[in-house]
């Protein structure tokens, strides 16, 4: 028996290291130690060992099945090795890597975005945010903009089958941030973007970005709406940057302004460039809100504010001469890595 088993071991380990891969390793594994393998038949034979040899017999037997064992293991990790190195074969390993092209960068409009923003906050403003899909409540009807307003037409303004309407400008956040508010004051920034359907050319999108302002209290004066915008607009365009505020029409603010800055580019003539809305929030606006949460905090007898609403697509144009706006959604890495650090 001693003999057999050894006889069957350099047989185990003949077939293993033959085996060519995992399928003929397998073969091995079941015709040694499979239920009708040969050690298994082997070790049936144990009851007829004498007593005396069934120890020695015994440890042989358990040694010439871990032996197998192992051998089938190390063996399949080998098989597996050989593969992987199949894989790589050719590849040469030791040539230097490809550098990268460049370091990504902020979008354009990303950059501008933060910029009003970080601007903002320091001015005393916090974000806030709206729907994109919005009720004609929220963008038309609480900014006391009538319903034959050309502005609700069905040819500007992009609206879903059950009414609703994908916002038309940011505005629709003063209603929502009013009528969630707990107390005043409120001092709030809201970029996000807008909807219109405007034939795409080189100055307009149907999808663009504005940014909101509205700050609400008892007593906040035009100077204040002037002086916020003011430096605000100089710390984008520069400390000497001439501010012009031009009396213009919304529905949702009055006295309403639309604001030029003046923009000299190197050998040209300074021109105004009207860059945002703005105005002194309409007392009806508060009633259509205070109707809305059945209070009276906006009491539109005591109650003052000043909100604003600017583009920042046509900041971001200002800002670095784009001519063409689609530049801004095209993502050509030629136009947009011109804008990394
Ligand atoms: N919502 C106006 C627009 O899109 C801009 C605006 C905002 C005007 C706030 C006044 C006050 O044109």
């Known amino acids: 028996m001693l003999s057999q088993l050894d006889s069957l071991k350099t047989d185990a380990l003949a077939a293993i290291s033959a085996a060519q891969d995992e399928a003929a390793l397998e073969t091995v594994r079941v015709n040694f130690l499979g239920k009708k393998g040969s050690v298994t038949a082997l070790s049936q034979g144990m009851k007829d060992v004498p007593v005396d040899q069934k120890k020695e017999v015994g440890a042989k037997l358990n040694d010439v099945r871990t032996t197998i064992t192992d051998g089938i293991e190390s063996k399949k990790f080998a098989l597996q090795a050989a593969l992987d190195a199949k894989a790589v074969e050719g590849i040469d390993i030791t040539l230097p890597g490809r550098p990268s092209t460049g370091n990504g960068a902020m979008h354009p409009l990303t950059q501008i975005r933060d910029l009003a923003i970080r601007t903002l906050r320091r001015l005393g403003f916090i974000l806030a945010e709206g729907p994109e899909i919005e009720t004609e409540f929220h963008c038309f009807d609480a900014l006391n903009t009538p319903a034959d307003h050309p502005a609700r037409n069905e040819k500007d303004t992009f609206y879903l089958p059950d009414g609703r309407l994908l ?5 629709s956040v003063q209603i929502r941030t009013m009528e ?3 107390s005043l004051p409120i001092r709030i920034i809201a970029p996000g973007a807008a909807y219109r359907r405007d034939e795409i050319d080189a100055t307009h999108l149907s999808v663009f970005n504005q940014l909101e ?10 100077a204040d709406l002037k002086g916020t915008l003011e430096a605000f607009f100089r710390e984008i365009f520069g400390p000497n940057t001439a501010v012009r505020f031009r009396p213009h029409f919304f529905p949702f603010t009055e006295p309403s302004f639309e604001i030029d800055v ?4 190197t050998g040209k003539d300074a021109r105004w460039i009207e860059i945002a809305g703005c105005g002194m929030v309409d007392p009806a606006v508060f009633t259509a809100v205070n109707q809305s949460r059945g209070d009276n905090l906006f009491d539109p007898e005591t109650t003052t504010g000043f909100a604003f609403g600017l583009g920042l697509d046509r900041l971001a144009m200002i800002l670095h001469s784009i001519t063409d706006i689609r530049h801004l959604i095209e993502n050509d890495v030629r136009f947009l890595q011109q804008f990394a650090a």
């Open 167 to 171: 916002r038309t400008h940011t505005s």
């Open 180 to 182: 969630a508010a707990k």
């Open 213 to 222: 302002g509205l700050y609400v209290s008892n007593d906040v004066s035009l």
């Open 262 to 265: 003046k923009l000299e580019a």
